[in-house]
């Protein structure tokens, strides 16, 4: 028999976490945290250091997993697709509570002992690296298959569980691109292969579902940066760049396109050296020959000092790309670090608002302070990370899933990849809509 459990992700966009018994035996895909949640608890002057899990799940932070309290020693494994935080950053709260080891990719791996690290946090469970498109044992029933895809950062997965009545595929998030900027295409023949088996289940991202086209390739986001870069009034003024530090692919075109313009490339913020130097362990990038990270206040302070005195030397690439308040553009711009901008800088937004009201208010007031200042802004220098709904299309020839079941947003969405299923042969009653904390068996 085989159940399902969409703890969290399937009643807005964060928290992603799904549970899959099987028998008797429960993987879990996913811990992620909602972060407009600890946005605005600490835009309210509170300290996210000091909640639990209890804390975390009453602000609507982390998936509240006691709806699979019944399963929990259960729990054979951990599997993590890639390393965005609204999908590994739960893991501190939640992960201890399973006496099961955490797989991911390397680079996932890393991230999340680099996440661990700097917020002092410690648990119990293993973590195991598997390499891309390897296949992991689990138990004596059950196997993981780490299979490569494209995605806004390294190392991506979609991840298969292999099963005596067929396969499960977890594929949140994803896209199908096929001129990668850095990292390899996706693996659309072992896809196919899957395809031609049987696949039981598909829990596939559906953040835009309702959006008729095919993602565009990374390699479109690398020319907007190339026009504004290069083909834009910029000899004298200073360019700062704002994207998500995760976003590894983005941030290798800044460094390309600052090196050409002979210009020395400086990253701001904590977070930037956290991706970076994850990545860097992993032999995916070689950054810290071509770029200087600067991590922390004090030292931002000095840099920018002297920044400010040859500006039209620096690329700055920094934190604040939702307008966080406590990103290093916000401070910049609210002289907690005190920079002067000039008419004629150019600011970057390489990047897309992530549509949640604590987003959007956060970027708005950031914008206004920017045009007081009268620097130049170009904004949306940015191709998303996520499948639209022609991708979604190819994904459900490819996988022909007997069940789907939407996820990475609520009912509205569901709803279209429903419509979408429906047109491509499945009936309605095979794709499953949920919501957070609701389970489901699988009649098949
Ligand atoms: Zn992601
Ligand atoms: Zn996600």
């Given at each position: 028999?085989?159940?399902?459990?969409?703890?969290?992700?399937?009643s807005e966009?964060?928290k992603n976490?799904?549970?899959?018994?099987i028998d008797?035996?429960?993987?879990?895909?996913d811990?992620?945290?909602?972060l407009?949640?600890?946005?605005?608890?600490?835009?309210?002057?509170?300290?996210?250091?000091n909640?639990d899990?209890e804390?975390?799940?009453?602000?609507?932070?982390?998936?509240?997993?006691?709806c699979i309290?019944?399963?929990?020693?259960?729990v054979?494994?951990?599997?993590?697709?890639?390393?965005?935080?609204?999908?590994?950053?739960?893991?501190?709260?939640?992960?201890?509570?399973?006496?099961?080891?955490?797989?991911g990719?390397?680079?996932?791996?890393e991230?999340?002992?680099?996440?661990?690290?700097?917020d002092?946090?410690?648990?119990?469970?293993?973590?195991?690296a598997?390499?891309?498109?390897?296949?992991?044992k689990?138990s004596?029933?059950?196997?993981?298959e780490?299979?490569?895809?494209?995605?806004?950062?390294?190392?991506?997965?979609i991840?298969?569980v292999?099963?005596?009545?067929?396969?499960?595929?977890?594929?949140?998030?994803?896209?199908?691109?096929?001129h990668?900027?850095?990292?390899?295409?996706?693996?659309?023949?072992?896809l196919?292969?899957?395809?031609?088996?049987?696949?039981?289940?598909?829990i596939?991202?559906?953040l835009?579902?309702?959006?008729?086209?095919k993602?565009?390739?990374?390699?479109?986001?690398?020319?907007m940066?190339?026009d504004?870069?290069?083909?834009?009034?910029?000899q004298?003024?200073?360019?700062?760049?704002?994207?998500?530090?995760?976003?590894?692919?983005?941030?290798k075109s800044?460094?390309d396109?600052?090196?050409?313009?002979?210009?020395?490339?400086?990253f701001?913020?904590?977070?930037?050296?956290?991706?970076?130097?994850?990545a860097e362990?992993?032999?995916?990038?070689?950054?810290?020959?071509?770029?200087?990270i600067?991590?922390?206040?004090?030292?931002i302070?000095?840099?920018?000092?002297?920044?400010?005195?040859?500006?039209?030397?620096?690329?700055?690439?920094?934190t604040?790309?939702?307008?966080?308040p406590?990103?290093?553009?916000?401070?910049?711009?609210d002289?907690?670090?005190?920079?002067?901008?000039e008419p004629?800088?150019?600011?970057?937004?390489s990047?897309?608002v992530?549509?949640?009201?604590v987003?959007?208010?956060?970027?708005?007031?950031?914008?206004?302070?920017l045009r007081?200042?009268?620097?130049?802004i170009?904004?949306n220098?940015?191709?998303?990370?996520?499948?639209?709904?022609?991708?979604?299309?190819?994904?459900?020839?490819?996988?022909?899933?007997?069940?789907?079941?939407?996820?990475?947003?609520?009912?509205?969405?569901?709803l279209?990849?429903?419509e979408?299923a429906?047109?491509?042969?499945?009936?309605?009653?095979?794709?499953?809509?949920?919501d957070d904390?609701?389970?489901?068996?699988?009649n098949?």
């Amino acid at each position: 028999m085989i159940e399902v459990c969409s703890v969290g992700g399937y009643s807005e966009v964060g928290k992603n976490m799904t549970a899959l018994k099987i028998d008797n035996e429960v993987v879990i895909f996913d811990m992620g945290i909602f972060l407009p949640a600890i946005i605005n608890y600490e835009e309210e002057g509170n300290d996210r250091s000091n909640l639990d899990r209890e804390g975390m799940i009453a602000l609507g932070a982390v998936p509240d997993d006691s709806c699979i309290d019944d399963w929990k020693d259960k729990v054979k494994a951990i599997l993590v697709g890639h390393c965005h935080l609204d999908h590994i950053a739960a893991i501190p709260y939640l992960a201890e509570r399973y006496r099961a080891p955490i797989y991911g990719t390397p680079y996932t791996i890393e991230v999340i002992k680099e996440m661990m690290h700097d917020d002092s946090k410690r648990i119990r469970n293993s973590l195991k690296a598997v390499n891309i498109n390897a296949k992991v044992k689990i138990s004596e029933n059950l196997q993981a298959e780490f299979i490569n895809v494209t995605h806004s950062t390294l190392q991506t997965t979609i991840i298969a569980v292999h099963c005596k009545y067929g396969t499960i595929i977890y594929a949140n998030d994803f896209k199908f691109d096929n001129h990668p900027v850095l990292g390899n295409k996706p693996n659309l023949k072992r896809l196919r292969e899957l395809g031609n088996e049987n696949v039981l289940l598909l829990i596939l991202d559906s953040l835009y579902a309702d959006t008729e086209m095919k993602t565009p390739s990374e390699k479109v986001a690398r020319e907007m940066l190339r026009d504004v870069m290069l083909d834009t009034e910029c000899q004298d003024s200073l360019i700062i760049v704002t994207t998500f530090a995760s976003h590894i692919p983005r941030l290798k075109s800044v460094i390309d396109f600052a090196r050409t313009m002979r210009r020395k490339v400086i990253f701001l913020g904590r977070s930037m050296m956290k991706y970076t130097l994850s990545a860097e362990k992993c032999k995916l990038v070689d950054f810290s020959k071509k770029v200087e990270i600067v991590p922390y206040a004090r030292n931002i302070k000095k840099k920018l000092k002297d920044i400010e005195k040859d500006r039209k030397k620096y690329v700055i690439v920094a934190t604040g790309n939702q307008g966080e308040p406590d990103s290093v553009l916000s401070k910049m711009l609210d002289g907690r670090l005190p920079f002067n901008f000039e008419p004629a800088d150019h600011v970057i937004f390489s990047t897309r608002v992530i549509p949640d009201p604590v987003n959007l208010a956060n970027r708005n007031e950031m914008e206004e302070k920017l045009r007081e200042r009268r620097v130049r802004i170009f904004t949306n220098i940015h191709v998303s990370g996520h499948a639209c709904r022609e991708d979604h299309r190819d994904m459900l020839k490819i996988l022909k899933p007997k069940f789907l079941m939407p996820a990475h947003d609520g009912r509205k969405k569901q709803l279209f990849m429903r419509e979408l299923a429906v047109e491509e042969g499945w009936k309605e009653d095979n794709v499953l809509l949920m919501d957070d904390g609701k389970k489901v068996t699988l009649n098949f």
